[in-house]
């Protein structure tokens, strides 16, 4: 059974980078029919996609966030990362990490449990 | 303001039938396949349906999805209580090369 877990800091001040790593285990990232994203959910809001890649570095990304996102992979190690910089408070969110299908529509078929971060000084 | 349309709140009696519209575009639903997914009460989002009216294993068959040009709806037949969640559409908006969500519907099962 594939799982996804991230991990990171929970607490991070205004104008620094935001630095999430999600350790796929069950499954390999190296797999040519998936992509794997991210996703993030302010408290008490609805869902908003960051970005996405797959095992040879092919990456897409939220036009609002794309200036201050950047998704890696680490296929030796199964993890792929997220680095989001220059965060404030509207960045505070749960952050989720998911296995993204390619292809024509992009479901999101396994995700992580999701990890709280708080911007704040 | 999400790019996909979704009402805010629905709501039916247990055993009743209930369905959510997801309105787009051309350049999203009209192009490309719709999933949806459930998030309970503190939980993470899980995927409902795929690729318009596909059902992962284990989704009881309760729960089905439709597409029609630029819209798609879930239907959800005979309402448990333990259906009350937040139900999310999501496609990939060809124009912006980016998967985009629905603001999310709250189904509330009276």
């Known amino acids: 059974q594939l799982q996804l877990q991230e991990s990171g800091p929970g607490l991070v001040k205004p104008s620094e980078t935001l630095s999430l790593t999600c350790t796929v285990s069950g499954g390999s990232i190296s797999s040519s029919t998936y992509f794997w994203g991210w996703i993030r959910q302010p408290p008490g809001k609805g869902l908003e996609w960051i970005a996405t890649?797959?095992?040879?570095?092919?990456?897409y990304y939220s036009p609002s966030l794309k200036s201050r996102v950047t998704i890696s992979v680490d296929t030796p190690k199964n993890q792929f990362s997220l680095k989001l910089s220059s965060v404030t408070a509207s960045d505070t969110a749960v952050y989720y990490c998911?296995?993204?299908?390619?292809?024509?529509?992009?479901?999101?078929?396994?995700w992580g449990q999701g990890t709280l971060v708080t911007v704040s000084s | 303001q999400f790019v996909l349309t979704q009402p805010p709140s629905v709501s039916a009696a247990p055993g009743q039938k209930v369905t959510i519209s997801c309105s787009g575009s051309s350049s999203n639903i009209g192009n490309s396949h719709v999933s949806w997914y459930q998030q309970l009460p503190g939980t993470a989002p899980k995927l409902l349906i795929y690729e318009n009216d596909k059902r992962p294993s284990g989704i009881p068959d309760r729960f089905s999805g439709s597409k029609s040009g630029t819209s798609a709806t879930l239907g959800i037949t005979g309402l448990q209580t333990g259906d009350e969640a937040d139900y999310y559409c999501?496609?990939?908006?060809?124009?912006?090369?980016?998967?985009?969500f629905g603001g999310g519907t709250k189904l509330t099962v009276l």
């Open positions: 890649i797959n095992y040879s570095g092919r990456t």
């Open positions: 999501e496609t990939w908006e060809n124009s912006l090369s980016a998967a985009v």
């Open positions: 998911a296995r993204q299908s390619s292809g024509s529509g992009s479901y999101l078929d396994y």
